[in-house]
């Protein structure tokens, strides 16, 4: 496996759409956030029209099925997520073990200002549990691109045990998320991080 580098945004969204009219945008940002606050089956395209002050027509026009918006929504806070955490990256300022460490710190952050309901993947997945949906790619996609980014992260700590080590981390992370997300306890994500840094450390001693 190569060597890990900063976590690189998927080309294939913009998280700031320039394709979108501003129509469109307003179609979108409102769906996201509708969808987040309340869940996606919850909420028609009459409630989304309405609130963005739209047309049905321009909301079809646009876009041509709820189910686009609904990809549409995942995918662009999937691609501001990595932005965000591309951030936490400096693979010349970091140690290996502390890249690792910045997702946690990432994610704290992110959930703190944008995931007050927990993680929107992990609540999408909840409604969307049919691989035929076409949101369900992204979601899926999601959570994959996150363990590759763990395993990625980990072979720099230990080349050797980078698989077992990826898929530790991701649990910690995932856990994480969802604890954080239901509120079961207080600082979830500092217990894990500790937990990752005991792992890390680990991991160095026996390579």
Not at 30 to 50: C, K, M, P
Not at 65 to 71: F, P, Q, T
Not at 90 to 98: F, H, K, Q, R, T
Not at 157 to 184: I, K, Q, T, Y
Request: charged share 25%.
């Amino acid at each position: 496996m190569p060597p890990s580098s900063a976590p690189h945004v998927s080309p294939a969204v913009d998280p700031d759409r320039p394709d979108l009219t501003p129509a469109a945008r307003r179609v979108l940002e409102t769906a996201s956030r509708l969808f987040y606050e309340r869940g996606i089956h919850a909420v028609g395209v009459d409630l989304i029209a309405a609130e963005a002050g739209v047309t049905k027509k321009t909301l079809y026009d646009r876009f041509g099925s709820k189910e686009r918006i609904v990809v549409d929504y995942l995918a662009t806070r999937d691609a501001r997520w990595r932005a965000f955490l591309a951030g936490h990256h400096d693979p010349a300022a970091l140690s290996p073990g502390e890249r690792v460490l910045a997702v946690f710190d990432a994610s704290q952050e992110w959930m703190a200002a944008h995931s007050g309901k927990g993680c929107s993947m992990v609540n999408a997945h909840a409604e969307i549990s049919d691989p035929a949906h076409p949101a369900y790619a992204v979601i899926t996609g999601q959570k994959q691109w996150m363990l590759e980014l763990f395993t990625r992260l980990a072979h720099d700590v230990s080349p050797d045990a980078a698989r077992e080590l990826g898929r530790s981390l991701m649990l910690l992370h995932e856990g994480a998320l969802v604890s954080d997300g239901l509120d079961v306890f207080p600082d979830a994500f500092g217990r894990a991080r500790r937990l990752a840094a005991y792992l890390l450390s680990a991991a160095r001693e026996t390579r």
